[in-house]
């Protein structure tokens, strides 16, 4: 495995010379051409826009063809802003996923492999080689007992097939360290280029979060319980995503601020650390909160440590500079953190923390008894599937997709509200119709259907309908009439997106519903 040392990050070459670009042998062109088949039947199967997204992948691929260090300011800004999971529903094998795909099968085919290194860092090839092996282990642990992938394989968290989705994300890190290896070999600037790619991440999240603050609660309401995601989607089963990216890329932009000579780029970094300061909290997450702090602290004291004759000089102005730009985040931070929302999130820390430990118990116990277990754990993936037959902790309703004579339709069971969800446009004051075929086994049922103005977790304004069902276990047709009253009723500039949600709202046990053509 190459090493990337600090003086091949110190670099400064800033493109990669066509000469040094590797001849592709026929092994590379089949490589080539297997990984880009797959990106194309990924992109031509995609659910919406393919065709925009397929323009996007063919200039992407030619821009690596010819400059390959370009994924290292892609990717890491892809990671914040390519995701379109509430649109596409694809969640296991996604855009990213083909964005990757794309960046490691053109990187391996034209750069050449880095020089063997006579000195090798043992101890680091040692702990590499342990997490892939634990990775490895972990992902067969989870996909056993082995099941032949079947429709609900890969739309679901409970399936088997959920380690391969975790675990995939361990692969691409492996991928792409290889490949980080051999651009450092050619003297690109590995650090640098891959800064900017984190701070153009950043600047696209808060751009997100900024809209999606002034589009709902308000860019001044500290009262609201609005809590942003921006556009990371994996956060509505309750993630911390959008925290953790904002603190882990803005070091990124303290470095930059301190690098950087010219005057225009240093008040878009300063107007970046104001945005992304905001942006950690009004995330009201309070282990975010410490966190942020030690990393602006962490790499505060990092950007002011200098070298060479003028170290006092530029030490002291180094200083200073860290200290106004404290100064600044704390402006930012403290009335947020005096607000109403903050106040009562911090006076619940202790009891919240409380709930957790009681969860972490409950998770242990869970686990299947013998040394395998507590040696290997339960497998990768296997948390959700296990949480669901063992925890007496309530528990989130289910779906799957399930046939009948070649027709496919879905069903929901029962549990803590679960909604399937899409993306409508819609006009305020008006009155809709809503078709459906729907079937229950249990008398007295009901299903749920709404519109709300709603970007991920927390709606604002809503229209509801209880749709009634026969409960013989046959199936019918059902219409109802849905007023859209006030929903979609804003201006164009605080414009909200609109979602169209059904779920199962029966309170009775094993009330399972089934729903097609709507």
């Known amino acids: 495995m190459p090493i990337i040392n600090k003086q091949t990050l110190d670099t400064t ?22 990984g880009l088949a797959c990106v194309g039947w990924g992109v031509a199967t995609f659910p919406n826009q393919s065709a925009l997204i397929g323009l996007f992948f063919v200039g992407y691929s030619v821009l690596l063809w010819y400059r390959p260090q370009s994924l290292l300011i892609v990717v890491p800004a892809a990671l914040a802003l390519f995701d379109f999971a509430p649109w596409s ?14 960046s490691i099968t053109i990187g391996y085919v034209r750069l050449p492999a880095a020089p063997r290194h006579s000195k090798r860092d043992l101890l680091f090839l040692s702990l590499a080689i342990l997490l892939g092996l634990s990775y490895a282990i972990g992902t067969v642990r989870g996909l056993l ?20 989705r975790i675990a995939k994300g361990a692969l691409w890190a492996f991928l792409l360290y290889g490949l980080f290896g051999r651009l450092a070999s050619n003297g690109q600037n590995i650090r640098s280029l891959f800064a900017q790619g984190m701070v153009v991440g950043l600047a696209g999240t808060i751009a997100v979060l900024i809209w999606e603050r002034f589009t709902f609660p308000g860019l001044f309401n500290f009262t609201d319980v609005y809590r942003v995601t921006g556009l990371f989607s994996q956060m509505h089963t309750g993630g911390a995503d959008i925290e953790t990216f904002l603190t882990l890329s803005t070091p990124f932009l303290v470095v930059q601020l301190f690098e950087k000579r010219s005057w225009i780029t240093r008040l878009a970094g300063i107007a970046l650390l104001v945005g992304a300061t905001y942006g950690v909290m009004v995330t009201f997450s309070r282990i975010g909160y410490a966190a942020y702090g030690i990393a602006m602290a962490l790499s505060l004291l990092a950007a002011m440590a200098t070298s060479g004759n003028q170290v006092r000089i530029w030490s002291y102005k180094r200083g200073m500079a860290a200290f106004a730009l404290t100064a600044l985040v704390l402006a930012v931070a403290v009335p947020i953190f005096k607000g109403p929302f903050t106040q009562a999130r911090m006076s619940q820390a202790e009891a919240d923390m409380g709930i957790r430990l009681a969860h972490w118990s409950s998770a242990l116990q869970m686990r299947d008894p013998g040394w395998p277990t507590a040696l290997l754990g339960m497998g990768i993936g296997r948390y959700p599937e296990t ?10 309703a289910t779906y799957r997709l399930d046939s ?43 299903i749920t259907v709404s519109i709300c103005e709603k970007w991920l977790l927390t709606s604002a304004r809503c229209a509801f ?17 849905l007023q859209s009253d006030e929903v979609g009723s804003a201006p164009w500039y605080t414009a909200r997106p609109v979602k169209l949600s059904i779920y199962n709202s029966n309170t009775q046990t094993n009330a399972v519903m089934d729903v097609d053509n709507v």
């Open 404 to 446: 009948e004579t070649s027709n496919i339709f879905l069903r929901l069971g029962m549990g803590s509200p679960l909604y399937i969800e899409q993306f409508v446009t819609i006009e305020p004051h008006s009155n809709y119709l809503l078709s459906l075929n729907a079937r229950s086994d249990q008398p007295n049922t009901e």
């Open 145 to 164: 007992p082995w099941q032949i992938p079947e429709i609900n394989a890969f739309n679901n968290y409970y399936s088997p097939y959920n380690a391969l």
């Open 465 to 481: 309908k209880l749709i009634d069902v026969t409960g013989n276990g046959q199936w019918q047709s059902l219409q109802t009439n």
């Open 13 to 34: 070459t800033p493109t990669l010379p066509l000469t040094l670009l590797k001849k592709p042998s026929w092994i590379d062109y089949a490589v080539l051409i297997v």
């Open 387 to 396: 949480h669901s037959w063992c925890s007496k902790e309530s528990l989130a």
């Open 89 to 102: 529903g694809r969640f296991y094998f996604d855009e990213f996923d083909f964005l990757l795909l794309t």
